[in-house]
T-cell receptor, first 115, second 109 residues
């Protein structure tokens, strides 16, 4: 079984630029999560999708971050404009459904550096 | 008081040692208790999860939950160099997910 795929693996941009990250969850997984992990900290949940609908985005900084999962499979997370404090690893995870949230599978992450 | 506290380490032990990793938490609404392992430059990998107080064993790993005292522990027996990683405790309540900051473990051959 293929795992959660993410791209790119690394991205370096200057502040005020925009950037997008892509995630392909495990096949058949209805629930998809985006996390932000700042160096030395645990992951922080940004947004959770159930199929193509948003379940929870209370911790997403909506003035600059946006995410979509249009067809209920792949998802894109965008930052526009980026700030220095956005430097972090962005992790995507998926689970079979919301009731299986305790068994999330994580991708390798995208490491973003904002200069 | 932080919602979840975890000794950041790094914790260095010799191969074969018993390792004890701990998290304390303040939110009594936490329903699920999990431990993840994260190797450098990789995503977290689920090790164990439980929803009740007591012990749960899986091979060399034992997860312990004490809801009354609000702490959870992960014990690793016969530790191996391949166990060197960051260990994250994690909690679920409702639709909320909270991770601890992680403890870095080094098992020396």
């Amino acid at each position: 079984e293929a795992g959660v795929a993410q791209s790119p693996r690394y991205k370096i941009i200057e502040k005020r630029q925009s950037v997008a990250f892509w995630c392909n969850p495990i096949s058949g997984h209805a629930t998809l999560y985006w996390y932000q992990q700042i160096l030395g900290q645990g992951p922080k949940l940004l947004i959770q999708f159930q199929n193509n609908g948003v379940v929870d985005d209370s911790q997403l900084p909506k003035d600059r971050f946006s995410a979509e999962r249009l067809k209920g499979v792949d998802s894109t997370l965008k930052i526009q404009p980026a700030k220095l404090e956005d430097s972090a690893v962005y992790l995507c995870a998926s689970s079979l459904d919301r009731l299986s949230a305790d068994t999330q599978y994580f991708g390798p992450g995208t490491r973003l550096t904002v200069l | 008081q932080k919602e979840v506290e975890q000794d950041p380490g790094p914790l260095s032990v010799p191969e074969g040692a018993i390792v004890s990793l701990n998290c304390t938490y303040s939110n009594s609404a936490f329903q699920y208790f999990m431990w993840y392992r994260q190797y450098s430059r990789k995503g977290p990998e689920l090790l164990m999860y439980t929803y009740s107080s007591g012990n749960k064993e899986d091979g060399r790993f034992t997860a312990q939950v004490d809801k009354s005292s609000k702490y959870i522990s992960l014990f690793i027996r016969d530790s191996q160099p391949s166990d060197s990683a960051t260990y994250l405790c994690a909690f679920i309540y409702g639709q909320n997910f909270v991770f601890g900051p992680g403890t870095r473990l080094s098992v020396l051959p």
